[in-house]
């Protein structure tokens, strides 16, 4: 199973990026748990949110009520759609899959990662 990120940049704060992870290698793709974690610079990896194989969502605190996870299972792609972006919210962000989509997703030790797309919000 492979995932590629695509869709970071260099956006001022307040404005919006829509983050996609295009997965290959991958059966049955409803059956699997999606996640996005991010790492900023000098700090350590995040879990950033997640959607299970019922299109249940959670979401950390830092990120709730402005981003916002989905998934198409016919184009095996995950989503990660980033409203009201912050200068905190400047990080590396990896896409990962797993197939125990039925299990609590924050804590799922994902098997699968992609290479990670470059956020950067700045004025």
């Known amino acids: 199973v492979q995932l590629q990120a695509f869709g970071g940049g260099l956006v001022p704060p307040g404005n919006s990026l829509r983050l996609s992870c295009a997965l290959s290698?991958?059966?049955?793709?409803?059956?699997?748990?999606l996640a996005w974690f991010r790492q900023a610079p000098g700090k350590e990896r995040d879990w950033v949110s997640c959607?299970?194989?019922?299109?249940?969502?959670l979401y950390s605190d830092s990120v709730k009520g402005r981003f916002t996870i989905s998934r198409d299972n016919a184009r095996n792609t995950v989503y990660l759609q980033m409203n009201d972006l912050r200068p905190e919210d400047t990080a590396v962000y990896y896409c990962v899959a797993d197939r125990r989509g039925g299990s609590y997703c924050p804590i799922i030790p994902y098997k699968y990662w992609g290479q990670g797309t470059l956020v950067t919000v700045s004025s």
């Open positions: 290698g991958v059966n049955n793709l409803d059956y699997h748990a």
């Open positions: 959607i299970n194989s019922a299109d249940s969502t």
